[in-house]
């Protein structure tokens, strides 16, 4: 399958819509969409969000569901509320997502587990979930939010960047499986990008911030703009920015060699300031 697609959805599912990257899909999104399902654990947040987007489209119908995504049940009564119900999603956005910056050996281990939770586990339960509905319609898509670390091993971010490789890959072989059947799968693989994240993925209330993510950064409108691009074109991947698409290209050529070598002489974690 080919060409370029109708950005026309019936419902689509937002995870981590309460900031960020997933508060800016919503936004973009709302024109064009009949109904939109806004996930994400502060409930608040949501709310607010809801009540901006209907009064700019209040033809859109809107449903927040305050969850923690990291645990199963929760995930799993999502899915059960959803399915079969017009709220079932042809356009799933797994996009909640978060990281951890410093030395693997002293990571706290309650934060790097529920970032595998949320990174992998989380995104792999939803699209099981939600899957089978969109093939028996013949119709739907997948957006996995990836990122450009997951073609990097990269010292100080290793289980991050390893979680977003596994997104890639994901997303890389479920498109073979079903492109045939009428559903996109699209991996987003931006840099950097200014929201809340680098201060979650920071420790002891340091943002993770190093000179090589300054460089490379993107405005999360354009980020946003490029993905839903790609998703009507029916892209594999796409990584928005002509910097971090070209970086992304050079780093696809190197050797895993060269890489290594790259990779250990790159500047550690440093503070804000
Ligand atoms: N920012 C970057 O530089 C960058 C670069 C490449 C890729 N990405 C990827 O982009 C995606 C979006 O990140 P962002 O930059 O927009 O970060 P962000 O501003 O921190 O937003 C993360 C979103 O995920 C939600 N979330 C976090 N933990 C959750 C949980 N346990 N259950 C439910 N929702 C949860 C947050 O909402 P609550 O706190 O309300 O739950 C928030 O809405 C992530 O997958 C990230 O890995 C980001």
Same mark, same amino acid.
């Given at each position: 399958m080919s060409g370029s697609r109708s950005l026309l959805y019936e419902c689509a599912l937002i995870t981590?819509?309460?900031?960020?990257l997933g508060e800016e899909f919503a936004r973009q999104l709302a024109p064009h969409c009949r109904r939109l399902v806004l996930v994400a654990r502060r409930e608040e947040a949501l709310k607010q969000l809801e009540t901006r987007l209907r009064i700019d489209h209040p033809d859109l119908q809107l449903a927040s569901v305050p969850l923690d995504l990291s645990r199963d049940s929760e995930r799993g009564e999502l899915i059960d509320q959803v /399915?079969? @119900?017009?709220?079932?999603?042809d356009l799933l956005i797994n996009n909640a997502g978060m990281g951890d910056y410093g030395e693997f050996a002293t990571g706290n281990w309650e934060k790097v587990h529920g970032m595998l939770d949320l990174n992998i586990v989380a995104v792999t339960h939803l699209t099981h979930g939600f899957l089978p509905e969109m093939l028996k319609v013949g119709r739907g898509a997948i957006l996995n939010v990836s990122?450009?670390?997951?073609l990097l091993p990269i010292p100080d971010f290793g289980v991050y960047a390893a979680s977003k490789s596994y997104v890639t890959d994901f997303s890389e072989a479920l498109r073979l499986e079903v492109r045939e059947r009428g559903i996109s799968v699209l991996a987003l693989c931006p840099g950097p /990008?200014? @929201?809340g994240f680098g201060k979650i993925a920071g420790r002891d209330g340091v943002p993770a911030v190093t000179p090589i993510r300054e460089l490379f950064h993107v405005p999360m409108e354009e980020v946003v703009h490029e993905a839903l691009v790609a998703l009507q074109w029916d892209w594999p991947r796409v990584y928005p920015g002509w910097r971090v698409a070209l970086l992304a290209a050079g780093i696809s050529l190197l050797p895993m060699a060269a890489i290594r070598y790259i990779m250990s002489h790159r500047p550690r974690s440093i503070s804000a300031e």
């Open positions: 981590g819509a309460s900031g960020g /399915i079969g @119900t017009e709220w079932a999603p990122s450009l670390a997951s /990008i200014h @929201t």
